[in-house]
């Protein structure tokens, strides 16, 4: 299934910007991630709580979901591009969660 570290817009905002505002000369690189990864389950079991409607999660094979998107109107470079990032979801390429956001923004996102 794999899971995917959402983190929200404002919150990335504010640790890029007190990066960028920070005095400390030295050379770092940050990870920057939502506190919780949620697998598909999960972020399906939100949307129905919060909508009330509920919602399923479909596995599809990469050749699935890359023909449907094509039928769907969408170039192929463009479907591949899009399925890749569910094989990086699955593989848990976005899974990662650090603490840097709240490092850097001195807030908990």
Do not use: C, H, N, W
Not at 6 to 16: E, K, M, N, Q
Not at 26 to 44: C, I
């Amino acid at each position: 299934d794999g899971a995917i570290s959402y983190g929200a817009r404002s919150d990335l905002a504010a640790a890029i910007a007190a990066g960028l505002a920070s005095d400390d000369t030295e050379s770092t690189t940050y990870t920057l991630t939502g506190p919780k990864a949620y697998t598909p389950a999960e972020v399906a079991a939100l949307v129905t709580e919060v909508t009330g409607k509920p919602i399923q999660v479909v596995q599809l094979s990469d050749e699935a979901l890359t023909e449907g998107m094509k039928a769907a109107g969408l170039p192929e470079p463009i479907a591949k591009l899009l399925v890749s990032f569910d094989a990086a979801t699955r593989a848990g390429d976005l899974g990662m969660v650090t603490d840097a956001v709240e490092t850097l923004s001195g807030r908990k996102s």
